[in-house]
T-cell receptor
Framework: NAGVTQTPKFQVLKTGQSMTLQCAQD?????MSWYRQDPGMGLRLIHYSVGAGITDQGEVPNGYNVSRSTTEDFPLRLLSAAPSQTSVYFCASSDRDRGYGYTFGSGTRLTVV | AQTVTQSQPEMSVQEAETVTLSCTYD???????LFWYKQPPSRQMILVIRQEAYKQQNATENRFSVNFQKAAKSFSLKISDSQLGDTAMYFCAFMKARGGGSNYKLTFGKGTLLTVNP
């Protein structure tokens, strides 16, 4: 049981480049989210999904797109990378019983130069 | 909107001693969940303990326990017999207990960096 798998673990981008952060879970969880973690800011919600085909914006969605074509996958797309998007990104999933909290991936450290 | 406040950016404790991390939150909900997550230097987010607001009894997981004061909206984490492996960032988080969609959102505090000294 792999849980939540994120790739890549590290990435350096040039300003203006685009890329996709991959996230996959094998727990048949309905709910998936993307967070970014910045020093002194905690974790902030970028986008979330309540099931295949359904996504919505979180607190800091600008500059990011998501889609959810299957229950398992929830990729995050950076459209035109900016230095302000330098951060650690976490994907997380939860099943309907929210009392167990979220299972997190191992994170992606992204640097935009 | 819910807010979570961790007032201690950094703390330190000697190995084998006990330490308490503070967390307060603001919500108009009556039912909700509270969590403590640990983030060691490996960066992995690990669920340490959870508490359901409608349960009076404080949650306990081995050396970790909470002091949940619903009226005061306080949710502190006590670590007993601290170990070097407890060195990590600790995040307090809130989630509503009902409703779909965005109600599944986890709201995090900014974290407390705990260092356990030998």
């Amino acid at each position: 049981n792999a849980g939540v798998t994120q790739t890549p673990k590290f990435q350096v981008l040039k300003t203006g480049q685009s890329m996709t952060l991959q996230c996959a879970q094998d727990m048949n969880h309905e709910y998936m989210s993307w967070y970014r973690q910045d020093p002194g800011m905690g974790l902030r919600l970028i986008h979330y999904s309540v099931g295949a085909g359904i996504t919505d914006q979180g607190e800091v969605p600008n500059g990011y797109n998501v889609s959810r074509s299957t229950t398992e996958d929830f990729p995050l797309r950076l459209l035109s990378a900016a230095p302000s998007q330098t951060s650690v990104y976490f994907c997380a999933s939860s099943d309907r019983d929210r009392g167990y909290g979220y299972t997190f991936g191992s994170g992606t450290r992204l640097t935009v130069v | 909107a819910q807010t979570v406040t961790q007032s201690q950016p950094e703390m330190s404790v000697q190995e084998a001693e006990t330490v308490t991390l503070s967390c307060t939150y603001d919500t108009s909900e009556n039912n909700y969940y509270l969590f403590w997550y640990k983030q060691p230097p490996s960066r992995q987010m690990i669920l340490v303990i959870r508490q359901e607001a409608y349960k009076q009894q404080n949650a306990t997981e081995n050396r970790f326990s909470v002091n949940f004061q619903k009226a005061a909206k306080s949710f502190s984490l006590k670590i007993s017999d601290s170990q070097l492996g407890d060195t990590a960032m600790y995040f307090c988080a809130f989630m509503k207990a009902r409703g779909g969609g965005s109600n599944y959102k986890l709201t995090f505090g900014k974290g407390t960096l705990l260092t356990v000294n030998p």
